[in-house]
């Protein structure tokens, strides 16, 4: 089956675009960011879908994302055509004349479980043998710079996946699910050490002989029970007994302590009725005591009932005050400063001036030719006498000056201080005290005075409105009267006719003493007759658990022989199916390395035709006789060929027979020329049976492709060729070109 065309409608960097392919070789080729890989890349994302779909929607461009294939066969064409974003899918088999064989149309997520994907995959694996995305990329596509295959694990990982019974069951993963079964069963291990934890058929042996430690133990139980019953007998009757003793006792010392209650109550009535009788004398000690501190508060200048402001204000009235005298002080001493600043003297200067300008009017008069001399001397005596005194009239103005500010600053202080005097003035007249500063200092020293006085005439008030009451003490002298007549009279009611029946005083608290004794044992009798009760119900119970030990018992002996059947069965099954997969692997490990070595012998036409795997999946190539050298030991150019004939293995196992497309996505990028002809010359060979597409940017592919008829496909314009390049090919590639 060959790939005859792709189409892409906005897929990456495609607009709408066909690309139609021939048998053989199909080069297509085109710079870096042509869109090489995004055109092979649609190939597997129209067969298996897209997880990450944004990375093929054409940037700034909303709607559809599709792309289609068509694949021929013997007598049969199969289109396939996917919608990327939406994985919508519509796969159609037709036969030579164009009739329908087979049709399918659903949504096929690459993560999905639905139905419809089932069955398109059942399709895929009809159609070409392969239905795995990992598995195709394996065997059918080649990287960039790259012939090995590609995913975890490598060629060893899918080599492996293959021989443990294709790509629909692993075989190892089973035989690991069966090793986990048997060791969920049991910790003992057949193949190593044992576990460490106990698992669920050792519990339940360990649950057998515990059951079986407490059956034993049960049977002891009976001769305790025994006993233990005629200790609870003697028990309750001792409790009974001495609990009627108790109870009789109780309520002889509780008659005892009211008799002697009521003898203290009758006491100290008489007592209070005795107070009564003396409390007439304090009334008037009281009064006298209230008209003296009304004397006294009335002698302190405040009211009797202190305003609750009027501490406050007291307090702040005493502070501006300070704050005025202080201020008064300070401006005598700004007046002292004022008389004394010292005044600069100008009438002798004024003498010591007129008189030196009549000595030299005298000499200019004498003399007319000291006119200049004279005048020198004048101004000179004029400078000497004035110059001091305008300093020193400078320095007076300035003290004077400096002295008259701080005397306004003082007065708008001493307003500022009136101010709050006379807004407290408003303050003490809203609460009606019209009172000088004198009497304010009064009242400040007074005020504790005031509140001491305030609280002893409350007490002394309090006391006299309890004395003073109407009829107070003459009803309670009543009421004290009326209840010691009550008292009296049940004392003589329940008084026994003998004297002596009534426990004295004294004896009191050693009778009481007793009863607290009795009391102790008669809990501790109770404590451990309660202790007795549990244990036999604890006895009764195990007794009754025999049964039941009997049953869980017989349930896990049942269990046990069923869990240990499980386990030998998944032994069993787990050493036959280690067995079968060890001997298929064996067998088709040979099988598998003669499919290898006939197609490496197609490739390397000969040259190397035996292939061998080891256990771990390292290949060997045979040399000469019977010798076997590593993969890795040859040339670059014999493990291209290598890798190229274990994806022809694969590939031709994985579709049973069908020749399916090889795709290479610029795998020759790392080459150098010789390398790179011989590996075209292997990819030709190839071409014979499997359809090749090879994606490549070396634009020396072109002139090979001449040589071997190629389709070429061409992404971009390329460089024009020469003509020497041009008579190496035949017409058709020449026509190629014009394209």
Known sequence: MILRSLELRHFGKFGERNFEFRRGMN?????????????VEAIPAVLFGVRGKERFRPWGR????????????????VRIERDILSDRVELVERDDLYHNLYQFEGKVAPQGRSSERGEYLEQLTRLF???????????????????????????????????SGFVEVDYDRVLHTLQEDYFAVTRQNPWGKDKTRDRELDEVRKRLEQLESRWFAEQGSLKELEDLRAELAELTRFIEAGRSDYDKGERYLAWVRRQWELEDKATQLRRDLQRLDQ?????????????DIERELQAAGLPRKLPERLPGLLAESEAVRQDLVAVQTEAAALREQLLELPKPSWKWRLGASLAGLGAAGGMLAWQGEWLIWSAGSLVALLAGVWAPYALQQFRFKGDMGELQEQGRQLEERRLEVQARLSHLDEQFEAL??????VERVKMLRNLDKHRELANQLREVESALGVLEAEGLISAEKETLLEELAQIEERLENERPKQREAL????????????????GEELREKENRLLELTRREAA??????????????????????????????SLRTAFDLLNESVEEFRQTYLERFSADIGQALALVTSGRYAEVRLEDDFRLLLRIRGNQWQPVEHFSRGTVDAVYFAVRLALTRHLARGRHLPLLLDDPLVNLDATRLADTLQILEQISAEHQVVLLAHDE????????????????????????QDLQERNEDVRQLYLL
Not at 64 to 73: K, N, T, Y
Not at 503 to 516: Q, T, Y
Request: glycine share 10%.
């Open 27 to 39: 080069l297509i080729i085109g710079p870096n960011e042509a869109g090489k890989s995004t055109l």
């Open 62 to 77: 909303q709607g559809s994302c599709e792309a289609a294939l068509v694949l021929e066969g013997r007598e049969r064409t």
């Open 129 to 163: 043998g392969v239905a795995d995305e990992d598995i195709f990329r394996a065997s059918l596509y080649f990287g960039q710079g790259s012939l090995e295959i590609s995913g975890q694990g490598g060629m060893a990982a899918k080599i492996k996946t293959l021989l």
């Open 279 to 291: 409390q007439g004398d304090k009334v008037s000690v009281l009064q006298q005591r209230r008209a």
């Open 432 to 437: 009606g005290l019209r009172i000088s500063s």
């Open 503 to 518: 426990l004295g005083r004294e004896d009191l608290p050693e009778a009481e003493e007793k009863l607290r004794t009795l």
């Open 539 to 568: 006895l009764q119970g195990e007794l009754a658990d025999l049964e039941r030990i009997e049953e869980e018992g017989a349930r896990l002996r049942e269990a046990e022989a069923q869990l240990a059947r499980r386990a030998q």
């Open 700 to 723: 020396r592919l072109l002139r090979q492709a001449a040589r071997g008829r190629w389709n070429v496909i061409l992404l971009e314009q390329v460089k024009t060729p020469s003509p």
